[in-house]
């Protein structure tokens, strides 16, 4: 992509390429940032100021064989359900089960076709998945499989998604069907769906996060099933508990604590800084903190360290044709 986006794009009063590519570029960048950071404890994460897509020399970084600037298992699935959605003009389980499984086997999405970082909830669905059951009965739907597998990847939903609000909690819902069966994830998926939606909409608002909660409150009334998980399990969840872990509610809530950041460097810097699953959290940070920064708001030297381009470029630009915004043009 250039650097600079076409004025008219920047003029327009609906969801513009310059945010909903600063969404998915984001997610990218944050995946990226965060992969050689991962499995660390908080108090072994470099300054924050010295958190950059290659770690100081002395850091031990995770993931020493993968090259800087490349995605994981994050990033390759949200790239796996964009396809999907774009091809099939709707949201088809089966079709992105399909992908989910290529992705597996075939390294579909993936950079260098390598598969690494797959989370063990993931792992069970998907061999379900290729044993041929339909998507929507594949997810672990226990407690434990509360993983943020799921949420990691729904982003692009909410970028191309063009139905209700009623619709898109539905749809974010079904999309977590294929590995994350439980109703907390699949709530946790539809809030924050609903909160890239506020965001792309008012992009400078804060008040963004509790648009998206009084949204999903009036879709589901007291005394309901859904309610009550959203009340007692997701929003109850107590803010100085943030601990950038893979549990879905926990990943959530380190988006929100990192986004109290002004600026995409600096949210996807805290995201990264609470130590643990740090490529998802940014990765989920990312996403939110592109849509509110724009594209031109992701530093550049990260823009042109994320590997891929010609990976994902087709898919931004149809993403683009099917909101009605105007497309990106090819970087050199």
């Given at each position: 992509?250039n650097?600079?986006?076409?004025?008219?794009?920047?003029?327009?009063?609906?969801?513009?390429?310059?945010?909903?590519?600063?969404?998915?570029?984001?997610l990218?960048?944050?995946?990226?940032?965060?992969?050689?950071?991962?499995?660390?404890?908080?108090?072994n994460?470099?300054?924050?100021?010295?958190?950059?897509m290659?770690?100081p020399?002395?850091?031990?970084?995770?993931?020493?064989?993968?090259?800087?600037?490349?995605?994981?298992d994050?990033?390759?699935?949200?790239?796996?359900?964009?396809?999907?959605?774009?091809?099939?003009?709707?949201?088809d389980?089966?079709?992105?089960?399909?992908?989910?499984?290529?992705?597996?086997?075939?390294?579909?999405?993936?950079?260098d076709?390598?598969?690494?970082?797959?989370?063990?909830t993931?792992?069970?669905?998907?061999?379900?998945?290729?044993?041929?059951?339909?998507?929507?009965?594949?997810?672990?739907?226990?407690?434990?499989?509360?993983?943020?597998?799921?949420?990691?990847?729904?982003?692009?939903?909410?970028?191309?998604?063009?139905?209700?609000?009623?619709?898109?909690?539905?749809?974010?819902?079904?999309?977590?069907?294929?590995?994350?069966?439980?109703?907390?994830?699949?709530?946790?998926?539809?809030?924050?769906?609903?909160?890239?939606?506020?965001?792309?909409?008012?992009?400078?608002?804060?008040?963004?996060?509790?648009?998206a909660?009084?949204?999903?409150?009036?879709?589901?009334?007291?005394?309901?099933?859904?309610?009550t998980?959203?009340?007692?399990?997701?929003?109850?969840?107590?803010?100085?508990?943030?601990?950038?872990?893979?549990?879905?509610?926990?990943?959530?809530?380190s988006?929100?604590?990192?986004?109290?950041?002004?600026?995409?460097?600096?949210?996807?810097?805290a995201?990264?800084?609470?130590?643990?699953?740090?490529?998802?959290?940014?990765?989920?940070?990312?996403?939110?903190?592109?849509?509110?920064?724009?594209?031109?708001?992701?530093?550049?030297?990260?823009?042109?360290a994320?590997?891929?381009?010609?990976?994902?470029?087709?898919?931004?630009?149809a993403?683009?044709?099917?909101?009605?915004?105007?497309?990106?043009?090819?970087?050199?």
């Open positions: 992509m650097q600079n986006l076409p004025k008219s794009v920047e003029t327009e009063s609906r969801p513009t390429a310059e945010h909903i590519a600063g969404g998915l570029i984001g990218l960048v944050g995946d990226a940032l965060g992969v050689p950071y991962e499995f660390t404890e908080p108090e994460i470099p300054p924050l100021h010295q958190i950059e290659e770690p020399a002395s850091f031990p970084r995770a993931h020493r064989d993968t090259p800087r600037g490349t995605w994981s994050d990033g390759a699935q949200a790239l796996c359900l964009l396809a999907s959605l774009l091809t099939c003009g709707r949201l389980l089966d079709d992105f089960g399909r992908r989910l499984v290529n992705w597996r086997h075939q390294g579909y999405r993936a950079l076709g390598r598969v690494f970082d797959i989370g063990i993931s792992q069970h669905a998907i061999r379900r998945l290729h044993a041929g059951l339909p998507a929507a009965q594949c997810g672990g739907a226990d407690e434990q499989d509360n993983g943020n597998g799921a949420l990691m990847r729904t982003l692009p939903l909410a970028l191309w998604h063009q139905g209700s609000d009623a619709e898109l909690i539905e749809d974010a819902r079904r999309a977590s069907l294929p590995t994350h069966a439980h109703l907390r994830s699949q709530l946790c998926c539809a809030l924050y769906c609903l909160w890239a939606r506020t965001l792309l909409l008012r992009q400078h608002g804060d008040e963004t996060w509790n648009v909660v009084t949204t999903m409150r009036a879709q589901y009334p007291a005394g309901t099933p859904e309610r998980e959203l009340e007692d399990q997701i929003l109850s969840f107590p803010m100085e508990q943030c601990s950038g872990r893979g549990y879905v509610v926990d990943s959530l809530h988006a929100r604590l990192a986004l109290q950041q002004p600026d995409y460097e600096g949210a996807v810097r995201a990264i800084a609470l130590g643990h699953d740090t490529d998802t959290t940014a990765c989920i940070v990312g996403g939110l903190a592109g849509i509110r920064a724009g594209f031109k708001g992701i530093p550049a030297r990260w823009r042109r994320l590997r891929g381009q010609e990976v994902f470029q087709a898919d931004l630009e993403l683009f044709n099917s909101t009605r915004a105007q497309p990106c043009p090819r970087s050199k």
